[in-house]
């Protein structure tokens, strides 16, 4: 290792305090989370990315079978990504380990090679599963719904986040995690069949095609706003409908948005029990 340059500042200088060092600015997970599951994948599927006419593909063999390799490499990474990003960060929480089976059976899918109205259902079969699988929980102890919300309590003290999740558990509580389980899957389904119906118009090519791949990367980028809209609405939905019968058992001041003051009105009320 080479010695360190001797410093062109006088003395002075070199006593004084140091300024802070600027903080670097680290890139949001979300743009992060755009350039692997929707840029990189629509940039792959391009039949023009290197030229006109002069796509990824032509690099992978070209043809049939060039467009095919093509087309499981931009199906791939958002797989790739989704396990690195659990793995790298260890992140076992049960939302992100839905997340990863749902990239994974997404990965999966890549395989089927179908085109007109198949492709158009796998391209939604992940929506169809999730919003299967909502709907079955909703008639368990344990609604999906409450998996993320108790996720969001895991930064708590573990007094506090047992007892929110006690307060989750509440029936009356639990009546309203169930309608707002049932919402979200429905919206989810919906959603789906909405993204089935823009691929069955759009992706009409043959699989293996430039023009499939091309086409698939015009509907995966038309496709992406909405679909993040209409998630967003079912999840508001859905979190009314708790928030409801949050307030309705634990007062108007209770919110399932504040978990640590939602504890502290269970433990209010255990107080009150006690004494009693």
Known sequence: MSAAPESPLP????????APAAKTRRVPKTVWDLVFTLLIPILILSPNLLGEGIGLSSLLGGGTAGNVRAYLLAALVPVVYVMWDIVVNRNVSPVALIGGAGAIFS????????DGFWYA???SARSYLMGVAFLISAATSVPLLRVFLDAASIGEAPQDRALTNRALRDPAV??????????????????GVANSVVNYQRVTAKFGSDAFNAQVAEVNAIMRLPSTLISIVGLM???????KAVRARYGAGASVFETAALAERVRQEDRGAAGA
């Open 11 to 18: 003395p002075e200088s070199q006593a004084s305090p140091a």
């Open 107 to 114: 990965g999966a899918l890549a395989f089927w090679y179908v």
């Open 121 to 123: 259902i796998k391209d």
């Open 174 to 191: 639990h009546r309203g995690m169930v309608a707002g389980t049932v919402i979200f899957a429905f919206v989810d389904l919906l959603g």
């Open 237 to 243: 939905a859905a979190l009314y409908f708790v928030q």
